[in-house]
């Protein structure tokens, strides 16, 4: 059946346009019950359960399906779902348009009425047209609605209807379901003290006009991990000198969660405060203490000169929450048979959540997901529901499991349908596949990784020519030979943007067939790659460079150890060592002459675990050892990304896919240069060449380990390198490779945006054809921006990891101690470096029921003055070190001072070890 609308709609030359409409209706789609006589073959196969719900409820005796309105589907489902999935779960809640249940839109009716009533007219005819089915006992469809308004008018119209708390309720077999409903509204939920603590979020509306105006500012909120109190927002579209605007107190961070996108205003230049250097826990009280926070609030001002103030606002508006799942712990209310309990988080940007539940017995001491429904304006904290049980805190599958999911790394198995786009096994190289490929399996070809790598990307070879020059090659895995653009692995590959490695495991980004045998350079086995071929002279210039598919067969899989044996050793001359000998030669050119563009050389402490080979425990802990030959691998992976990157970008000027690491502000190095300063050492930081000359010179005869020291505080002060799409940006310039074009090439086993690389450089040497998405320099935007929060996360989620295992090997060592350096100081404790762990950790010097030291604390040295002993950025200090298990969430490495020597401030070495695990067992006898 055809119905259409006819309608004059006015263009913007003036004219006049007929537009007509039509709404084709179905009358051949059935009702989805098994067994319906009067709908046989009206559909393909059954669209609801064959068997419906039949659950011991109080309210629905018998067997039923539920028809919820799409306000239900919307709260409860999406109140756990991440922001980025809910247009695709909007779109599948559409009911079918069929002629019998149909209705039209009537005049001075709003669209969402109009929905209700759609919804109201499909559950009566369902009812009506299941009686069919069996007259005696028909099948019932139960309306689920929280729209007063809306129940009212189903149970005038005849149709069984409940709200979704009253549905849950009845079901007597399953009292726990009521955990996990999605409060209803911020007002309903309101602690009962009418006192407001917030001020009013302004209407979306007034927000755009002030935005609009410029009264109000947009931007992305960003609490602080070391101060509850206190948050930042990046406002959009802003230059980049002054886009962060500091908020601190809690009346001025009004609500606003992480990540979500507010709207600012900014106060008087009079309010403006300095960023704080108080480290500030939120300890979560069940009651709201709002005068315990003003109190500490005041610990937040700092006494600060003019140029150390930054501008500082308040939040009025929410534009957009970023809510999702939290992961963490209930902290059971000391209230006895109290069901209204706060949910500690595991990332302390995120404010505790209050939430009601009958299980909180079961769930102490457990890993436990909760959402948050909402922020009332009379409440310390939001509130929230239960969602899911993950395990025992501490099980080492269970914390993974957590990490995993507080950083969004997708590590879920590859489904069937991906996997099904793998190659069939056993797998060798064919004549078609030799097409646009040269064979270079008769090179000397051998790979260099770290021990136990079983994704190997890359391989190298070097070899003499007859013309006296050198021939050197970087060869990498041909994924993109095994992943074809739009097919369900590749967007799985797209999705997951990074292999991600923990301690323990790897989450890779392609099925292991791919990243650990077919695409894996392994010796001794034909294997597809993509070239990278330079003739060079024995000065490492470059006389010419070509791109090619091939085949090779690498003779050698070396660990960094093995290869730097082979260069070192007198006796070795065989045709892999010589090849060795020639690229480490010609690397130690290549390094030279970039740093002598001014390309820098930074340090972080990186620390390797020893596993116990039966219970997988961190046994030993060591930072890494880097030799010549890890620096030898780089550069030749640095040489083919640039060299690549200027292909690509010949190509495509518009589409090229790069790499680029903006220049930090100057406020950025202020920390560095005081630092320096404090020790009579000037960092000059206008040019990525000064500062790395400055780094350089920075040497102490007496104090070696300083310039190491100066080189981690240096990357601290660097911004974040990002994928970007050419005919999207202007400024190509990478900083911390002084490069003026760069781009990911040589690890597309474990990187999304080096496949679209190999994809854009195949094309360009006609290897391969093109496809639309690649030449889209928008989409290939939008692919960016995931890749990069992708890259973040990875960064971050690996951090955790190495946190977690650090914690484990502390529990199991016992408590040590050990010599340290001071990397900053704050205004109530020092961070510090300890080397031989590449451990950091904070030293507090106010604890609870002790009395207050007299601290003082200068920011302009920086440093600060504890009694009558002073300390300063790099300076050396002993420190003991324990596992502090009081706080289960937040279990952590406890610093306390040994040296120097101040009295109520510092222990002793060998002071007895304190069972920092007593508050808690304490906690656990007063309850029972």
Known sequence: MLKSKTFLKKTRAGGVMKIVREHYLRDDIGCGAPGCAACDGAHEGPVLEPQPLDPASSLCPRPHYLLPDTNVLLHQILSVWRPGTWASVASSLRLPGSLETYVEQEQGENANDRNDRAIRVAAKWYNEHLKKISAENHLQVIFITNDKKNKEKAIEEGIPAFTCEEYVKSLTANPELIDRLACLSEEGNEIESGRIIFSEHLPLSKLQQGIKSGTYLQGTFRASRENYLEATVWVHGDTEDDKEIILQGLKNLNRAVHEDIVAVELLPKNQWVAPSSVVLHDEGQNEDDVEKEEERERILKTAANEKMLKPTGRVVGIIKRNWRPYCGMLSKSDIKESRRHLFTPADRRIPRIRIETRQASALEGRRIIVAIDGWPRNSRYPNGH????????????????????????????????????????????????????????????????????????????????????????????????????????????????????????????????????????????????????????????????????????????????????????????????????????????????????????????????????????????????????????????????????????????????????????????????????????????????????????????????????????????????????????????????????????????????????????????????????????????????????????????????????????????????????????????????????????TVFFEEKDKPKPRLIYDDEIPSLKIEDTVFHIFDKVKVKIMLDSSNLQHQKIRMSLVEPQIPGISISADTPNVDIDEPERKKKKREK
């Not at 969602?387 to 099980?395: E, H, T």
């Not at 390797?608 to 780089?634: A, C, G, W, Y």
């Not at 760069?742 to 597309?748: A, C, E, K």
């Open 386 to 841: 239960f969602v899911k049980n993950l395990g025992d805190v501490g099980d080492k599958e269970t914390e993974t499991e957590v990490l995993l999911l507080e950083h969004d790394v997708p590590h879920q198995p590859f489904s069937q349908a991906v996997l099904s786009f793998l190659p069939k096994m056993p797998w060798s190289i064919t004549e078609k596949d030799m097409k646009n490929r040269e064979d270079l399996r008769h090179l000397c070809v051998c790979s260099v990784d770290p021990p136990g790598c079983t994704d190997i990307d890359d391989a190298l070879h070097c070899r003499e020519l007859e013309n006296g020059n050198l021939e050197v090659g970087v060869h990498i895995a041909d994924v993109s030979h095994f992943i074809r653009p739009g097919n369900a692995l590749d967007q799985e590959s797209a999705r997951r943007g990074t292999t991600v490695y923990l301690c323990e495991k790897r989450i890779d980004m392609v099925p292991e067939l791919l990243s650990s045998n077919l695409c894996s350079l392994r010796c001794n086995v034909d294997r597809l790659a993509f070239s990278c071929i330079w003739e060079m002279n024995h000065n490492a210039e470059i006389l010419k460079v070509r791109f090619t598919k091939s085949a090779i067969n690498s003779k050698a899989s070396l660990t960094y150890a093995e290869a730097q044996m082979r260069i070192d050793s007198a006796a070795m001359n065989d045709e892999i060592t010589t090849s060795l000998r020639g690229l480490n030669k010609l690397a130690k050119i290549l390094k030279k002459r970039r740093i002598e563009k001014g390309a820098l050389t930074l340090s972080s402490p990186e620390v390797r675990f020893h596993m116990d080979s039966e219970t997988h425990d961190p046994i030993d802990l060591q930072t890494k050892e880097l030799r010549e030959t890890n620096s030898m691998v780089e550069e030749f992976m640095l040489l083919a990304n640039i060299s690549v990157a200027k292909k690509i970008h010949e190509e495509f000027s518009e589409h090229a896919l790069l790499r680029k690491h903006p220049a930090p502000p100057p406020s950025n190095y202020e920390i560095l240069v005081k630092a320096a300063k404090s020790k009579n050492l000037e960092i000059k930081t206008d040019t990525a060449k000064s500062l790395a000359d400055s780094l350089d010179r920075a040497d102490s005869p007496t104090f070696p380990y300083l310039n190491t020291l100066l080189r981690i505080l240096a990357t601290r002060c660097m911004m974040q390198a990002v994928y970007f799409c050419s005919g999207m940006d202007n400024d190509f310039h990478h900083y911390g490779l002084a490069s003026p074009i760069y781009t990911h090439f040589t690890s597309p086993i474990r990187r999304y945006a080096d496949i679209i690389v190999h994809r854009l450089l195949a094309v360009a040497i006609g290897a391969d054809c093109t496809y639309p998405e690649l030449t889209d320099k928008h989409k290939l935007a939008d692919l960016c921006k995931n890749l990069n929060f992708r890259h973040k996360m990875a960064q971050y989620a690996q951090r955790a990891s190495v946190a977690f295992h650090t914690q484990l090997f502390f529990k199991s060592k016992g408590i040590v101690s050990e010599e340290a350096y001071i990397l900053f100081v704050r205004k109530n404790a020092i961070v510090v470096l300890i080397p031989k762990y590449g451990l950091e950790g």
